[in-house]
């Protein structure tokens, strides 16, 4: 699992596009969070609610989130 090298890569500007660097995000703001009950509308709000997520909530469908959700499933759960 990779993770932030600093605290200024933690406070790099979040975009969709930037799928795995929100997962990292997600992992770190989040910590306690069981993915297997995170719903897409729910990760929409976590995501939107990052400090340093700078996208437009709008832009995000279905598709991305159910990717975005897949992504932190498997960082999850990755055994290393």
Not at 23 to 50: K, N, S
Not at 54 to 66: F, Q
Request: charged residues 25%; negative net charge.
């Amino acid at each position: 699992m990779l993770e932030y090298s600093s605290e200024a890569d933690f406070q790099k500007a979040l975009y969709w596009e930037a799928s795995y660097e929100i997962v990292l995000a997600l992992m770190a703001a989040y910590p306690h969070i069981d993915v297997d009950t995170v719903g897409l509308e729910q990760l929409r709000a976590l995501i939107v609610a990052l400090p340093n997520f700078a996208d437009d909530p709008a832009v995000a469908h279905d598709e991305l989130l159910s990717d975005i959700l897949r992504e932190w499933w498997e960082e999850a759960n990755a055994d290393f």
